[in-house]
């Protein structure tokens, strides 16, 4: 059965770091772009950040660019979100999502896996 799972979120002050992790079965995720979206109380699911399935392209929000570094370990099947200087308006449920294609993508209508969802809170 395909499986998304993520680790790593938590509580962290203002101006801290986390990164958050998400592991992959099926050796057939290991090239699959991914990406990260992240969900608030009260807010729709926005996009956060997506890589393509070797790594080479990358894309960012405007709302975390300079701040977020999203990497993949293909060997590990595992894609990483480094977040850093956090603010408390990225508090949020964060979620990882696979596509079944090597290009990334920015909507999460695109996308065909995802996972369970971690918790980051960021206090002021």
């Known amino acids: 059965q395909v499986q998304l799972v993520e680790s790593g979120g938590g509580l962290v002050q203002a101006g801290g770091s986390l990164r958050l992790s998400c592991a992959a079965s099926?050796?057939?995720?290991?090239?699959?772009?991914k990406g990260w979206f992240r969900q608030a109380p009260g807010k729709e699911r926005e996009f956060v950040a997506a890589?393509?399935?070797?790594?080479?392209?990358?894309y960012y929000a405007d709302s975390v660019k300079g701040r977020f570094t999203i990497s993949r370990d293909n060997a590990k099947n595992t894609v990483y979100l480094q977040m850093n200087s956090l603010k408390p308006e990225d508090t949020a449920v964060y979620y990882c999502?696979?596509?079944?294609?090597?290009?990334?993508?920015?909507?999460?209508?695109?996308?065909?896996?995802w996972g369970q969802g971690t918790q980051v809170t960021v206090s002021s």
């Open positions: 999502a696979a596509v079944s294609s090597y290009l990334y993508r920015k909507s999460s209508n695109e996308y065909d896996y």
């Open positions: 099926g050796r057939a995720f290991s090239h699959y772009a």
């Open positions: 890589i393509s399935g070797n790594g080479g392209a990358t």
